[in-house]
């Protein structure tokens, strides 16, 4: 049987489509406000009624292309993309498109515990397509294109760091549901904390 193989270009174009039609369409959940409500109400609690979808808004946009970036730097080391990874991308796709469902889910019900689990959940799959998705380059790719053993193992910490934290969120949202919606800040501390140390073992390794 003939393995059929699909022009990089391509996926990588029609994959950066998807991302940047995805972060656009997050916008559109943030309700503008009608003549009647701005007449009605103060500007000031206008913007206040709308805190959660700006939440929403940015937490979404933000973990969106933390994605995006650890799209781009697996598919860099891609020489040939296979069936089973076209296909590995395509259901990543899928997730990222569910985005703009669940953010909004999130946001309409900002204060209940099972919009932002479904939330939570959308975003731990797109972390483990995302994982399965470097999992398989490294194999295929292995000291082929420059993806090292250390560039696996920092690129693998930083997918397994996105993905634990939500499973964490959507767990507390049960019982400490109000630290539930601040421990993504965690992300980011762990991401630098991450880059940092993965940075000084490739400076360590080069020089040696």
Request: one cysteine or more; charged letters at 15%.
């Given at each position: ?31 503008v406000p009608?003549?009647t409500t ?171």
């Amino acid at each position: 049987m003939i393995n059929e193989t699909y022009e990089k270009a391509r996926v990588v174009n029609f994959s950066d489509a998807v991302f940047s039609i995805v972060m656009t369409l997050l916008i559109l959940e943030v309700a503008v406000p009608t003549p009647t409500t701005l007449n009605t109400l103060d500007f000031n609690d206008v913007l206040t009624n709308r805190i959660p979808d700006f939440i929403g808004l940015i937490v979404s946009f933000l973990v969106s292309a933390l994605y995006w970036i650890g799209h781009i730097r697996i598919m860099r080391f891609v020489s040939v993309v296979t069936g089973k990874l076209l296909w590995l991308n395509i259901f990543f796709l899928l997730a990222i498109v569910v985005l703009p469902f669940s953010t909004a889910m999130y946001v309409n019900g900002f204060n209940y515990a099972g919009p932002f689990i479904f939330y939570c959940i959308n975003l731990s799959v797109i972390g483990l397509f995302n994982l399965l998705m470097l999992r398989y380059v490294y194999r295929f790719e292995k000291q082929k294109t420059g993806f090292t053993r250390l560039k696996y193992r920092w690129y693998r910490a930083r997918g397994i760091n996105v993905m634990v934290i939500w499973i964490i969120a959507s767990v507390l949202a049960l019982v400490l549901p109000s630290f539930s919606r601040i421990i993504f800040l965690m992300l980011f501390v762990f991401q630098f904390l991450i880059d940092r140390r993965f940075k000084k073992m490739l400076r360590l390794q080069e020089q040696s």
